[in-house]
């Protein structure tokens, strides 16, 4: 069965980009966030609270699927983000922000719950850092077509992630500050890696 290894922090704050460096130093297996390809992402970003719901189901499920097929992998997966980020981040913002009312919100909490009591924890979080501006610059200048979390909801996602990843206590965390430019560098990537195997 392969490990499992979630790449979580707000937006911006450099996931995508640890994943990419980590996955051209060694061979992992991936999951990544599919924000185009996924069927309620455009629909959302018009009217976010008609499709917060398709879209929070529809990432959930597709998190456990994806966690699924990478236990089935002979390989290391790492996911950028996954089905716990995506509960404890962006489920709850979109709560807070009113475009899921409390009843839809409890339904989210059943299935992930229901979802990650099936799958068992990570093995690893890897916890990115940096101060709410630093994320804010990076998430402006990332220049994705499709963007659901604004610049204003950055501040209140980095709180979520940071009051849930208070609360871990059953699977090995990793902090990673990415503040400063050589966050990702080859230096860093090798004493990353190091960690990650002595955790095991």
């Given at each position: 069965m392969g490990k499992i290894i979630a790449v979580i922090g707000a937006s911006g704050v450099g996931k995508t980009t640890l994943v990419s460096a980590l996955c051209a130093t060694a061979p992992f297996a991936v999951g990544l966030e599919q924000h185009a390809e996924r069927p309620f992402q455009a629909l959302m970003a018009a009217d976010h609270r008609r499709y917060a719901l398709a879209n929070q189901v529809d990432y959930l499920l597709l998190r456990a699927e994806?966690?699924?097929?990478?236990?089935?992998?002979?390989?290391?997966g790492l996911v950028d983000g996954g089905l716990d980020l995506d509960f404890h981040g962006f489920?709850?913002?979109?709560h807070a922000r009113g475009y899921l009312n409390d009843a839809e919100f409890?339904?989210?909490k059943r299935l992930?719950?229901?979802?990650?009591?099936?799958?068992?924890?990570?093995?690893?979080f890897l916890y990115l850092t940096a101060p709410v501006a630093v994320i804010e610059a990076r998430h402006a200048g990332r220049g994705r077509a499709l963007e659901i979390a604004t610049l204003d909801d950055l501040a209140l996602l980095d709180d979520f992630v940071a009051e849930w990843m208070r609360l871990v206590?059953?699977?090995?965390?990793?902090?990673?500050?990415?503040?400063?430019?050589?966050a990702f560098s080859a230096a860093h990537l090798d004493r990353l890696l190091a960690r990650i195997e002595a955790i095991g």
């Open positions: 994806q966690e699924r097929a990478l236990r089935a992998a002979s390989t290391t489920t709850r913002l979109f409890a339904l989210c992930y719950d229901n979802l990650r009591a099936l799958l068992g924890p990570p093995d690893l206590t059953d699977t090995p965390v990793i902090s990673i500050d990415t503040t400063a430019g050589d």
